[in-house]
């Protein structure tokens, strides 16, 4: 096996097991693309082992931080096995069949993403070393977790180019069945159609499943706006939960028809926790930009009750951010303005590069400029089953705020 030395004084962040080697940090060693290396001190001590990038800034990602255990197909197995293990009790629970089953370094896997909807498992492989084991991760897939119908990837993301990996717009199938067209995953009191070929990232945004429920307790009897909407999820929540009436908006064609298709299968819940849904709520999806339909509801000064903004990333990296505050700012000093009194605002930010501290200083400038007090009343972040390692705070990227307005 190849070794890879670090140089004098840069083995600490490996020591805390914080799992990332930067190019920077390497004095010499080499291997193949996503072959396992040992890791070494400059001192000549064994820290553990990691898989290797020749072509990203992070060279080594470490697997094991044990001398003693070489990351074998065993080993990867078991990492498998145990992250999906640590789900257990999604699976008793059993209030919801759509589950992050490995969130990559903070569930100890390197750029390995699986999410599970009803039976049907879709990953990510973002690491040269995950993508090197892909054959033995879907084998574990389909062996330790319960019901599995199907394991498939899909490639088409970007970060793979970083990596020096392939890009490619199909799924593949690797282990199992073909997953339908459209996979029906239950979360709570809402049913949602997932489309696993063409949806977002691995079909739907599992992370956010807490915020739509946190969401859905405030959203009684109100006029609701989901901004940047795709399949329909917070207003979907709100109208379980009693909303008079759900603006579903986004720019994406096909991510609008099928929040339509949605708050259909939603309407016919049996399981409804709320009576009358279906004559209860009225919806109104909009597909258009959010930036101009802000602006469209100010200037013909309509207002609501519940305000949800969730927009993409808006910050790929440190250096965006402060780009990104921009694009934040607007959107919610838009929708501040737009709030009737005691109204709501769930505002969300899905870019790791964007720190709490920052978020929350847009949002108190941006209430500032609204010339509108708000309080804070929840925070929000991605699910449980989107962990974030103690060694490894990077794994946090979804942060939300509810304020309400205090005038
Ligand atoms: N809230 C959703 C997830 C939102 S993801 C949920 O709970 O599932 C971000 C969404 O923003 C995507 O659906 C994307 O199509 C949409 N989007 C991106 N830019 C937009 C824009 N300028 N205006 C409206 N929608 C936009």
Redesign the pocket.
């Known amino acids: 096996m190849n070794k890879v030395i670090l140089k004098k004084g840069r083995d600490w962040s490996v020591r805390k097991h914080h799992p990332w080697i930067f190019s920077g940090a390497v004095e010499s060693g080499a291997a193949g693309q996503g072959e396992t290396v040992e890791v070494v001190s400059a001192e000549g001590e064994t820290l553990g082992y990691g898989w290797f990038s020749p072509a990203s800034q992070i060279r080594v990602r470490m697997v094991s931080f044990d001398a003693t255990r070489v990351p074998d197909e065993k080993f990867v197995t078991d990492l498998v096995a145990s992250s999906v293990g640590r789900r257990a009790d999604f699976f008793v629970d059993c209030s919801t069949n759509g589950v992050r089953l490995v969130n990559a370094e903070s569930d100890g896997l390197p750029g390995l993403v699986a999410d599970l909807y009803n039976g049907h498992v879709v990953c990510q492989f973002t690491s040269a070393g995950a993508e090197a084991w892909k054959a033995t991760v879907a084998k574990a897939l389909m062996t330790y977790v319960p019901g599995c119908q199907s394991v498939s990837e899909r490639a088409d993301i970007d970060v793979r180019k970083k990596e020096g990996l392939p890009y490619a717009e199909e799924l593949v199938v690797l282990e199992g069945v073909e997953p339908p067209a459209l996979i029906e995953i239950v979360e709570g009191p809402i049913r949602y159609y997932v489309d696993p070929r063409k949806g977002?990232k691995t079909g739907?945004?599992l992370d956010?499943r807490d915020a739509?429920a946190a969401v859905g307790t405030l959203a009684a009897a109100r006029d609701v706006l989901n901004c940047?909407?795709?399949?329909g999820?917070?207003g979907l929540y709100a109208a379980t939960c009693g909303a008079a009436h759900v603006t579903q908006?986004?720019?994406?064609h096909e991510?609008i028809e099928l929040a339509k298709k949605n708050a259909a299968l939603t309407a016919t819940n049996p399981d409804q926790t709320v009576k009358n849904f279906s004559t209860q709520t009225v919806f109104e999806h909009v597909e258009?930009?959010?930036?101009k339909y802000l602006r469209q509801c100010r200037d013909e000064g309509k207002t609501f009750d519940l305000i949800v903004l969730?927009?993409?990333k808006f910050a790929e990296s440190k250096a965006q951010v402060m780009k990104a505050a921009r694009g934040y700012k607007d959107i919610n000093l838009l929708a501040m303005k737009l709030l009737r009194p005691g109204g709501i605002l769930a505002t969300f930010s899905c870019s790791g590069a964007m720190t709490t501290e920052l978020f929350d200083k847009v949002l108190a400038e941006a209430a500032a400029d609204a010339h509108k007090d708000f309080q804070m009343i929840a925070r929000t972040r991605q699910g449980a089953d989107h962990p974030v390692a103690l060694a490894f705070p990077e794994g946090l990227y979804l942060k939300g705020v509810i304020l309400r307005s205090m005038s």
């Open positions: 977002h739907f945004y956010q739509r940047f909407c795709y399949t999820g917070f908006v986004d720019i994406s991510a258009a930009d959010v930036f969730d927009p993409p």
